[in-house]
């Protein structure tokens, strides 16, 4: 058989990428930083280590030895009710979450990852969402163009939607959202709690919050009644590793119950031991010359003109927010920002219509940050509205024709996942908007 995805990845990694993307290791992490990964080898070591529950290795679906001492020893550490171990990533963790509520209706944000509009249609479940307010953001000197970013949650809006509807049992919001927004996760929960509403979180963005700002209260656990954390995106722990953190003890039963049918039946050891060691190392760490570090390249990266820097370029707007997430408002278009940054070896996370989206984790250098702020400021020099998408003729009629008519599918762009309109819901002039620039800036749209 051709080794079309050993090859493929071997190359991949034989090339000059930088990973400012997921996930958090940057294929950096522990004994293998600095060396050069073969992946046949990697992989025939990693069998060594790929075992099955058989005895004494103890059951991820029933835990009574190891396992279930490493969990007790998680709980211990994010000091919660209990937290577990997952290994279908955080979307098994929401789908576990929405289920375990065993609510009919719910609140979901519209900014929300698509699992949790799949979680909601396969459950059968009525959703009322609630769209987060729309930072805009002007980019360029010139100040002709802008670029819109969600942010939190309308606390009137909330409050009026809880008081109508006496028949909602959970709301799920998403925070950190893609973009690094934090929301008032305490004050949206004082507000559910008083109306008997749950509160799932969905964290997935913030894993390294309790320990890199342990002392902010920018993480959602002390406040909601479950969080789901996926520890690939910012910690070194293996891609489909995820958390699922149980604040509420009444939902604890509920939760052991539903995993085990959402999570795979065979879990691996191997990303057992991952998330294991990511926690471990995410205790011991001193985030100090990181975060130093990170300091310095905002400070640089403030001062470009036309890449503009999130959520710097807000003026006298307090807003809590994760500076390890590093955004760039763009003149031209996200798509054509991140060719060009690929073309100098730069990987991004994803782009939007106007911005585009980095991941910075521990495991990025002081030369890293370097190398990136000196190809942003050539960039920065040169950038302007080029011809390029939006002067090429698209075929845009059949976005157009969608004015009110019901969406067959759920509609998104991947990343970062989150539903411009969800299956069975009429389609709007502003759905149609956001559909003809995601279209128009060369991004590709699911669902249609």
């Not at 891609?239 to 149980?246: E, I, R, S």
């Not at 011991?284 to 403030?302: H, N």
């Not at 940054?341 to 106007?354: A, T």
Request: overall charge negative; glycine content about 8%.
């Amino acid at each position: 058989m051709e080794k079309y995805i050993v090859n493929g990845l071997q190359a991949y990694i034989d090339g000059q990428n930088f990973p400012w993307h997921m996930p958090g290791h940057k294929r950096k992490g522990f004994n293998f930083k600095g060396r050069h990964v073969n992946v046949r080898s990697v992989i025939s070591e990693v069998y060594g280590m790929d075992v099955t529950e058989v005895y004494g290795l103890d059951d991820l679906h029933m835990p009574e030895g190891m396992i279930d001492k490493s969990q007790k020893e998680l709980a211990g550490v994010y000091n919660t009710f209990a937290s577990y171990y997952l290994v279908n990533g955080a979307t098994c963790g929401i789908m576990t979450a929405i289920a375990a509520t065993h609510a009919k209706k719910l609140i979901v944000a519209k900014n929300c990852h698509k699992s949790v509009i799949n979680t909601v249609q396969l459950l059968g479940l009525e959703a009322v969402y609630i769209e987060p307010e729309r930072l805009e953001i002007v980019c360029g000197e010139d100040g002709g163009h802008k670029s819109e970013i969600y942010g939190s949650i309308d606390m009137g809006e909330l409050e009026a939607i809880c008081a109508k509807q006496d028949d909602i049992g959970a709301m799920v919001i998403t925070s950190p959202t893609y973009e690094g927004i934090i929301s008032d996760i305490y004050s949206i929960s004082k507000i559910l709690h008083r109306y008997g509403i749950l509160l799932i979180v969905d964290e997935a963005h913030g894993a390294h919050l309790p320990f890199m700002y342990k002392n902010d209260g920018l993480s959602a656990i002390p406040y909601a009644d479950l969080v789901v954390q996926s520890l690939h995106k910012t910690l070194p722990a293996m891609t489909q590793t995820a958390l699922l953190h149980v604040i509420n003890p009444l939902l604890d039963k509920a939760v052991q119950k539903y995993k085990s049918i959402f999570m795979s039946s065979s879990p691996s050891y191997v990303m057992l031991s991952s998330m294991e060691l990511a926690v471990d190392w995410a205790c011991s760490y001193d985030y100090g010359g990181y975060l130093d570090a990170l300091a310095d390249f905002r400070q640089r990266a403030a001062g470009l003109k036309n890449i503009v820097l999130f959520p710097e370029s807000l003026k006298n707007r307090d807003i809590a927010y994760d500076s390890t997430r590093i955004v760039f408002c763009t003149k031209e278009y996200g798509t054509i920002v991140e060719e060009k940054l690929r073309q100098h070896g730069i990987i991004c996370e994803m782009s939007g219509i106007h911005h585009i989206v980095l991941i910075s984790t521990p495991f990025d250098s002081v030369e890293d940050f370097d190398y990136l702020y000196e190809v942003l400021k050539d960039l920065d020099k040169d950038t302007q509205v080029t011809p390029g998408y939006s002067e090429i003729e698209w075929e845009t009629e059949k976005i157009k024709g969608l004015l009110g008519t019901f969406a067959e599918d759920d509609i998104y762009v991947y990343p970062p996942g989150s539903c411009i309109a969800v299956k069975g819901e009429v389609i709007e002039q502003e759905d149609v908007d956001i559909l003809l620039s995601y279209y128009e800036s060369g991004k590709i749209i699911r669902g249609l």
